[in-house]
């Protein structure tokens, strides 16, 4: 039988990467669908190393056509889709007063309108089958900054489009969950101070391996119960009250 395939959006750099690398770990075949052909080729090419495969397919999931060219890709290739891991985003913040329309529709259509289209892509070819779809939310679909307008209701749009596709598809095998991680520390670890690690119950920041592990719990077939649900990995912050 020909290896699964997964798909991984935003796969590059990291927590997309690290997702990318476990499923390859898991002896996946992985697709790393990503705007930057340079990191996009070299996870590839670390994928390539630990003797598993990948490919790169340069894909700007903002570009509702540059999804479905890409999926078509998969579909002809590799004649499978198991699993589609949504994870692309940007986090662009912007002072309330200040945040432009520009600024709007670009942070809505890279996060949440990519979610839908390529849901939908995958779906198609998916439902002969069944499979699973892991969307990357944020703990900011439930708790804001100042600033955090458009980026906080693209992840919590999110989290409705993870419900509704769920009961969309659950009548064809396919399970849709979303991820909300909390800081998770994408650069260097080692110059995060104590009082960083403090603040989260679990005593440290996260990881991108941490949010991995989510992904590939909810994409197990195993696991096929779970569906519609919202998997919070934060470390417990977005449980701490705070009084000031
Ligand atoms: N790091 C965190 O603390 C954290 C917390 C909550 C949620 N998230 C979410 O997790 C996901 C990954 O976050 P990260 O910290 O690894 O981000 P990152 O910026 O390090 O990586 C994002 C990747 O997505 C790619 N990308 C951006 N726009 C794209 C587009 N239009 N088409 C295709 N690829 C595109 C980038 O090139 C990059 O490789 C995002 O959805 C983010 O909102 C991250």
Redesign the pocket.
């Known amino acids: 039988m020909r290896k699964k395939v997964v798909i991984v959006?935003?796969?590059?750099?990291?927590?997309?990467?690290e997702v990318a690398l476990a499923f390859a770990r898991k002896k996946y075949q992985v697709v790393v669908?990503?705007?930057?052909a340079r990191?996009g080729n070299s996870t590839v090419d670390e994928i390539n190393e630990m003797g598993e495969a990948a490919v790169f397919i340069k894909?700007?999931?903002?570009v509702v056509d540059e999804i479905e060219r890409m999926v078509k890709c998969v579909e002809t290739d590799f004649k499978r889709i198991d699993v589609l891991v949504n994870?692309?985003?940007?986090?662009e913040f912007s002072e309330v007063f200040e945040l432009d329309e520009t600024q709007w529709d670009k942070v809505m259509n890279?996060?949440l309108k990519?979610v839908f289209f390529a849901s939908r892509a995958v779906a198609r070819v998916m439902k002969e089958t069944g499979g699973s779809i892991v969307n990357?939310?944020?703990?900011?679909a439930l708790m804001s900054e100042p600033g955090g307008e458009a980026y906080g209701a693209s992840?919590g749009g999110i989290l409705a489009l993870t419900h509704a596709l769920a009961v969309s598809l659950g009548q064809y095998g396919i399970t849709v969950n979303a991820v909300?991680?909390?800081?998770?520390?994408?650069s260097d670890y080692k110059r995060l101070k104590k009082h960083h690690h403090e603040q989260h119950l679990s005593g440290r920041v996260?990881k991108?391996d941490d949010v991995a592990r989510a992904c590939l719990f909810l994409a197990s077939r195993e696991n096929d119960f779970i569906t519609g649900t919202q998997l919070v990995v934060d470390g417990g912050m977005t449980r701490k009250m705070i009084y000031e």
Do not use: F, H, Q, Y
């Not at 959006?9 to 990467?17: E, L, M, S, V, Y």
């Not at 669908?33 to 930057?36: L, P, T």
């Open positions: 959006t935003g796969a590059g750099r990291g927590i997309g990467k669908a990503e705007i930057d990191t894909t700007d999931v903002s994870n692309a985003g940007i986090s890279t996060n990519s990357m939310a944020s703990t900011r992840k909300l991680p909390g800081w998770i520390e994408t996260g991108p």
